[in-house]
């Protein structure tokens, strides 16, 4: 039985991603490019579930190496 992943949460820091994909209003994930090897790194069972959150989009951009070793910590 498989544990039903909530949309609403990042799927890397399991904060809220504020996401709107699914509401009449235009979200802000709409307009951002999600680096390929960010959402390499969601575990595969997540991947298309939910929206990563915008800080970690702007953490990853700014350093790659710093945010995937945050990730392990």
Known sequence: ??????????????QENGCMAHSDERCWCMDVKVPQAL????????????CICRSCIEKFNADRSKFITALGD
């Open 39 to 50: 959402l390499d790194l969601v575990a595969e069972m997540e991947q298309g579930q939910a």
């Open 1 to 14: 039985m498989c544990a039903k992943i909530d949309e609403n949460f990042c799927p890397l820091c399991q």
